[in-house]
């Protein structure tokens, strides 16, 4: 009985493994014949233009935004990847770093924020979803001209400086910040004062 078993089970090995190579062989030619039927891929145009979610998103932080303070800093953001940031938005001539900025936003930003996301569930719980995920922005602006008292500081900026900026949108009008330069913390009201200049 144990041969007949034996015997039994060594035959259906040798069957699959037949079959086996016969299904190989026969990939192998169905995939020649694929390749040479195959077109030449044609390239996608690359999508330059964000979906409307995302510019809705990112729109939401352009403009001017001044925090509360007295004579607090005043942070511009302009639709084509530009920045300013005042120390004051009573003086506009002076006092300012401008530059390019780059904006993440939802996972993105709280990874690169390195935010615990049981704060974003909490933040989102207390405001009853008005504030949540996609309210969190990491933006880092690089300077490329530095003016203070009048002086043309651009050569002082070192290489590779930026300055890494927390952005909660709350509604148009209000806004919290914090800027990881410098360990402040902001309330931000919009303020378009920087389109009379």
């Known amino acids: 009985m144990k041969k007949l078993l034996t015997f039994f089970l060594l035959l259906v090995l040798s069957l699959s493994l037949v079959a086996c190579a016969d299904n190989k ?6 995939s020649k014949k694929e390749e040479k039927k195959e077109e030449p891929k ?3 145009p690359k999508k330059t233009e964000p979906r409307p979610d995302e510019k809705g998103l990112l729109d939401r932080i352009i403009g001017g935004w001044e925090s509360d ?3 607090g800093s005043y942070y511009v953001f302009k639709e084509d990847g530009t920045f300013f940031w005042y120390k004051s938005s009573k003086n506009l001539d002076d006092n300012y770093y401008t530059g390019k900025y780059t904006v993440l936003y939802g996972n993105d930003a709280v990874k690169d924020l390195e935010i615990n996301p049981a704060g974003i569930k909490k933040m989102t719980e207390e405001t009853n979803g008005k504030v949540n995920l996609f309210s969190v922005y990491s933006i880092k602006m690089s300077p490329n001209k530095l003016l203070s008292a009048g002086v043309d500081k651009t050569k ?3 290489e590779g400086y930026f300055i890494k900026l927390m952005f909660i949108y709350i509604d148009e009008k209000k806004a919290q910040g914090y800027n990881y330069n410098y360990e402040d913390k902001y ?3 919009k303020n378009d004062v920087y389109k009379n200049k």
Do not use: G
């Open 25 to 30: 062989k026969e990939v192998k030619e169905t």
């Open 42 to 44: 044609k390239e996608m």
């Open 69 to 71: 303070r007295k004579d």
């Open 156 to 158: 002082t900026l070192k």
């Open 187 to 189: 309330n931000f009201h």
